[in-house]
Nanobody, 116 residues
């Protein structure tokens, strides 16, 4: 079955950087677009960044453009999110996700906290 396992969250001061990883299994990773989502307390989950399956085309929500970078390694079946210049409003649980055969999957998430 589809499994997504995130790692790399933590606490960082404003202006700092964190890198997240998501290891995928149970499906042909290279065939599917992957996304990073976040959910802050009291808010709905939102798509932060997305990367296409092969060509690697990327998309970002406006508030992270220029600060976050999504990438993938199809051989390792891993998708990454590099987050720079972090702000307190980036605090959330971050999870990776994909749609496989019309079903949406997310990992368990990893906490990112940005505070002084």
């Amino acid at each position: 079955q589809v499994q997504l396992v995130e790692s790399g969250g933590g606490q960082v001061r404003p202006g700092g950087s964190l890198g997240l990883s998501c290891a995928a299994s149970g499906f042909t990773f290279s065939n599917y677009a992957m996304g990073w989502y976040r959910q802050a307390p009291g808010k709905e989950r939102e798509l932060v960044a997305q990367i296409s399956s092969v060509a690697g085309a990327t998309w970002y929500i406006d508030v992270v453009k220029g600060r976050f970078t999504i990438s993938r390694d199809n051989a390792k079946k891993v998708v990454y999110l590099q987050m720079n210049s972090l702000k307190p409003e980036d605090t959330a649980v971050y999870s990776c996700g994909c749609r496989v055969q019309r079903v949406d999957y997310w990992g368990q998430g990893t906490q990112v906290t940005v505070s002084p």
